[in-house]
């Protein structure tokens, strides 16, 4: 029997084709796979590859391997032909599709003071571990990357989890006793199997770019193999994948539970918005019976008697922003010491001072760490660290100090490179607004889609996000306008960040609440993907890093 697959590449290249094309690819994809032929789709190789011709002008470019075909990439005629002569898929020694790699020679490289001087060198660099749990194929495509440049490049293609193994092995950090499984018979994360139903096939093609992120990397599958009485503190920073190691636990305690009709778990969100985000990436994984809203609350607004019930009926519960906990809540949870319990926690998150009682919930607990971030390129993630770091160095204060957290802010992310963010001083208020206004304006020409971009407003000044959201809805049904609380947990392609205030007032007497909303602002930049426009009005922001 035969098996259809698309990459995340695949999806990626399809949304940023007009409507009219993507609907003729996808009754190309519908004929291909429920007629099981190729006749009349102009089968012909491109490279490596199996070229389809779902037009004149367009084509879809297929990896094939026995019975196995893998949607790699669409486009029209010459850029398609260009993307398949760069690139060639990479298949491990039992036969499954990897992914796809650069072909060698197409790195063009102005010195020759990365290359390596020889195998061993490169061998050196990947930890023999890790080069043990690779699948064979991918170990000799690395070593066989003749300078640095082309290694980055080549693992920057791979999926998150490989990212993870080789980015540790370069760090010193490899876990192989937790990764066995990659070796074979291991499908990557960015891969969807799809089978001939037309349904699901296009919704496989309407998938989000938020779906390959609902993904488990290595040190996520420990997380959520932990018994259920543990008691888990999950720390790091924004985007290392704390809250998708708690939904994918809270469907894995659901499964558990509906199979023994007892113990159901309960996750508890800050608010209403993020109930609605963590509500999204559990119906991505399938879930979508009554339970999970019923059992999906908001700890602001839920009553302390919803954990002691939890913890009477030996319920596992799951919290997410563990960092804005309120006393009362933690004081119930250190309470009970039969409950299981699952935390995730950034203080340099914090929307509010953290809870004088929190040592209390901290000595109760095992923690790990997570250091992955896969959602930021290099450039983001360093103006990230610098934002924060002169956030740090602005506010000092016992009470301050414990909101700063050095183990979740010591990230590493994947070799993806991108543009630097862009720093616009500007003179006034309104001047920011309207060139906030013009820059969502040109990134949703670019984009097409409202939810890949997005303005977060660090200031709460309700009159201000008026103003900007009258403007943006002249322009845009729809338009994706946040504060640093309601953006957590999303994530978007570009946008633009703006800070009204002017700090400067507070730097000597800074309370704990004004440290977490200037802190916002670090939260802000990691939400970002690609391009990121940072606007104040003040050159004391912490925006203006440089």
Not at 139 to 145: I, P
Not at 326 to 332: D, G, L
Not at 420 to 425: S, T
Request: charged content about 25%; proline content about 3%.
């Amino acid at each position: 029997m035969k098996k259809y697959s698309l990459h995340s590449n695949f999806l990626k290249s399809y949304s940023k084709l007009g409507k009219k094309d993507q609907s003729r690819v996808h009754n190309t994809l519908e004929k291909f796979i429920t007629s099981d032929t190729l006749a009349g789709l102009r089968e012909h190789k491109v490279g490596d590859w199996i070229s389809l011709s779902v037009s004149m002008d367009l084509r879809i470019l297929i990896a094939k391997n026995e019975n196995e075909y893998i949607f790699t990439y669409v486009d029209h005629h010459d850029d398609a032909y260009r993307w398949g002569e760069r690139h060639k898929p990479l298949i491990d020694s039992s036969g499954s599709f990897i992914g796809f790699l650069v072909t060698p020679g197409y790195l063009d490289l102005e010195e020759n003071k990365y290359k390596y001087k020889n195998t061993i060198e490169r061998q050196d660099i990947l930890s023999k571990e890790v080069l043990n749990i690779l699948p064979d194929s991918l170990c000799n495509y690395l070593l066989s990357c003749n300078d640095e440049l082309s290694l980055l490049e080549a693992i920057s293609c791979l999926a998150a989890e490989y990212q993870e193994l080789i980015l540790n092995s370069l760090y010193d950090n490899a876990e192989s006793d937790n990764n066995a499984n990659i070796k074979s018979n291991f499908c990557p994360s960015n891969i969807v199997i799809i089978n001939d139903n037309d349904s699901f096939l296009r919704s496989a093609l309407n998938l989000s770019s938020e779906h390959w992120r609902i993904f488990l990397h290595p040190k996520q599958h420990l997380l959520i193999q932990f018994p259920p009485e543990s008691r888990i503190l999950i720390r790091g920073g924004p985007g290392t994948g704390k809250t998708v190691a708690l939904v994918h636990r809270f469907k894995r305690l659901l499964d558990n539970a509906f199979l023994n009709k007892k113990n159901f778990p309960l996750f508890l969100t800050y608010d209403r918005t993020a109930k609605s985000v963590i509500l999204e990436m559990i119906k991505k994984l399938g879930l979508t019976s009554e339970y999970i809203e019923k059992n999906i609350l908001s700890f602001r607004d839920t009553d302390i008697s919803i954990i002691h019930d939890a913890a009477i009926n030996k319920r596992p519960l799951l919290i997410d922003e563990g960092q804005d906990l309120p006393e009362e809540v933690i004081q119930s949870i250190c309470h009970f010491s039969n409950m299981g319990f699952m935390i995730s926690y950034d203080s340099n998150q914090s929307l509010s001072p953290i809870a004088s009682n929190w040592s209390n919930l901290d000595a109760l607990v095992d923690s790990i760490t997570l250091r992955y971030s896969y959602r930021l390129t290099l450039e983001n993630l360093n103006a990230a660290n610098c934002i924060r770091e002169k956030i740090w160095s602005m506010y000092k204060g016992e009470r301050l100090d414990k909101m700063k957290d050095i183990r979740s802010s010591n990230m590493l992310t994947s070799p993806l490179s991108g543009p630097e963010p862009e720093l616009h001083l500007c003179k006034s208020i309104e001047e920011c607004i309207d060139f906030s206004v013009d820059l969502y304006e040109k990134l949703l020409l670019q984009y097409n889609q409202d939810n890949c971009i997005a303005i977060i407003v660090g200031e709460r000044d309700q009159t201000t996000i008026t103003k900007i959201q009258k403007k943006l809805k002249k322009i845009s049904a729809t338009p994706s306008l946040f504060t640093p609380s309601l953006a957590k947990g999303r994530e978007f392609f570009s946008g633009i960040i703006i800070d009204l205030n002017d700090y400067a007032q507070y730097r000597s007497d800074a309370s704990p609440k004004t440290f977490a909303k200037t802190l916002g602002l670090y939260v802000a930049v990691t939400r970002f993907r690609d391009q990121v426009f940072l606007l104040s009005i003040s050159d004391t922001s912490s925006l203006m890093y440089k």
